[in-house]
């Protein structure tokens, strides 16, 4: 019994951690650039499909291919930015809007097109295997996804406090006008601002690879996930995404447990819906950081 | 102003010998005479074709519907691969002969993996065509919708789907494999040809087609004494196997039916051998009997027991289809791809003797359908002949295991092309 629920609450954290990632990126740009990225998805996406060519083509381990996938997704991250994005940002959201959810649709087709839809996974030494501690099994390639991903969001918490730029990033999130007045160059911030975020889309493909498939439609499942904790842990909210996205992972994974196997994105929609009721800013509050 | 012109220029013709007006005229006319003698040609080049064809008999259309774009595209893919192997394979050996030899002609249209479109597109290929029969489309889900357009537009539609609801209050729609409550008795009874006593984990997509398989197994389980100790939907696309397989280890269960489509089947298989857990599985038909699973899983695959409503191995004319599916795609025909062959080779039998293409004689025929030789025949026990409700009376499925990367048929005996392996 106890051991049954340790083990579900094991599965929530390591689950949880990677919506952390593609949520702390929709929360970043939303806190940052104050729009709602519907294509982050697709950018996980893509993120699993170069680790996939990398370890087909050159035999290059997915978790290794992070130190591509990243910087390439950042690189992307600033072009979007500097050349699409930045036209749309103003006054009216529709445009905004209708760039990102296009943006969604073109890169989902493209794949389609350029990959067919079918299923391919990356079969590594460690795909399979489990740590056993007592009744208790922890996957391998879960942990390190997991560990990764939590050193990736400490990295950024540490940026994000500590240096200039990181700073003004965090000043821009929180009054533009002014931070412009004070010096800081938006669209600077912005093009960092997504790039980071889509470099973590990108290590969030990177690490799903070990075991999960990459398809075209991969990202429409991890992303709904990431809108939900982006609400649930306050919008704009960095550290309230990471803490949203694992509470959500262990409801899941206590729901399907408890309540029913197609239950678990029941639980978590509840847990949402009576958190907003009660704190309708979200589990951060108001304040944005 | 034409007229003026006309009767100008005739006159101009008749009366003036002004060598300055007569080339004018001549280019004139020459210009019309050559439009009218150009536009002839363009046509017959155009048209050369109706009068041979007309010859050789008109086409006899026939419908494909399949989803090749969406979440079950891959799938569609290799369906319509397959329906132009078979429409070749009946033109090449001359077509329909009641009809002076009258090719087959493939009317495909992509359904999109969504109901919404099945209904639209089924609709818009029956009315923009005259269409003799209809096969589709895979999923139960859009079948179910595919054929009650089918059934009021008056057109035939035959399907390998297995959702036994295609069985109820309909006419037009004939089902020449194994329904999906026979798919669950053929698991019970492969569990009990490896295990003494199977205490069996059911767990399934909740959907049309997951939901109509597991009812089956609920209800027969009793009567072929296998217990089970979870029934459990899950919903289809996961992020995580392992909450539902932590489940099932705790249910006791030494045996797992999962009734997915491949991604989920693909996350069940991999963390149940991380886990560490010790069941046989039975991943049923859908997602497990093409060849994606095995590129997917690699050897963890084998030994994995399945139920399909065909296999390439089961008879000599289907592993002739087999061999050029194989040289064209570079895989082996999978169940739903072969039966569509078959049902095919039903279509073009139906046709011979209906003597016409009108879809209305075309049912009337394939009701009274009795092969059990040909390409037509192709399916488990070889004999294909419907019953009132469009079921094939002698369909059955076959039991298939995966034996050194290839899916071999185990069971029943008739169909069984290699031993049943205890895992």
Known sequence: ?289 | MTKDRQQSVLNNAGSNDASGATPILSKRQSRRKFLLKASGVVAAGAFGAVPLRGWAADPVNIGALYPTTGSMAQIGVGCVAAAKLAVEMINEAGGIKSLGGAKLNLILSDVQSDTTVTRTETDRLITGNKLSAVHGCFASALTLIASEVCERAKVPIITGSSSDQLNKGRTYTFTPFARASQFAKAQLQMAKLVGDKPKVAVIFENTAFGTSTSNGLKELAPGEGVEIVMFEPYSAGFTDASPLINKVKASGANALFSVSYLNDLILIVRTVKQVGLDVAINGGSGGFVIPDFYKNVGKLAEGLQGVAHWNHDMSDDAQKVNAEYKKRTGDFLFEYAGGLVAQTFMIADALERAGSADPQKVREALSTLDVSSGYAAMAPGGKVKFGPDGKNIYGHPVGVQWQNSDLASVFPKEDARAPLLKT
């Open chain 1, 1 to 289: 019994m106890l051991e049954t629920v340790a083990q579900a609450v094991i599965n929530g954290l390591l689950i949880g951690g990677i919506y952390a990632l593609v949520s702390i990126g929709v929360t970043l740009i939303f806190g940052v650039v104050k729009i709602v990225n519907f294509a982050q998805g697709e950018f996980v996406m893509i993120g699993m499909y170069l680790s996939f060519y990398l370890a087909t083509q050159f035999g290059i381990d997915p978790i290794v291919s992070l130190v591509v996938t990243m910087p390439v997704l950042f690189v992307v991250g600033v072009l979007i930015q500097h050349f699409l994005i930045r036209r749309v940002l103003g006054p009216n959201d529709m445009p905004q809007i209708f760039l990102t959810f296009a943006l969604s649709l073109l890169l989902l087709n493209l794949a389609l097109m350029l990959f067919t839809a079918n299923y391919r996974t990356v079969h590594t030494s460690y795909s399979d295997e489990a740590f056993h501690l007592g009744g208790l099994y922890i996957p391998v390639a879960k942990l390190i996804a997991f560990a990764v991903a939590m050193m990736l969001s400490a990295a950024l918490w540490v940026f994000l406090h500590t240096t200039d730029l990181g700073k003004a990033m965090r000043a821009a999130s929180q009054n533009r006008d002014v931070a412009t007045l004070m010096g800081i160059n938006p669209n600077r911030v912005f093009c960092v601002a997504l790039g980071i975020a889509l470099a973590l889309a990108g290590a969030a493909g990177s690490l799903l690879m070990p075991f999960y498939s990459a398809y075209p439609f991969v990202g429409q499942v991890f992303v709904l996930m990431a809108f939900v904790a982006v609400v649930l842990g306050t919008l704009g909210n960095v550290m309230g995404a990471l803490i949203a996205s694992l509470m959500m992972g262990v409801a899941e994974s206590l729901g399907i447990q408890y309540v029913g196997a197609d239950s678990g994105l029941l639980v978590v929609f509840a847990m949402l819906l009576l958190t907003l009721a009660f704190k309708p800013n979200g589990l951060g509050g108001g304040r944005a950081r």
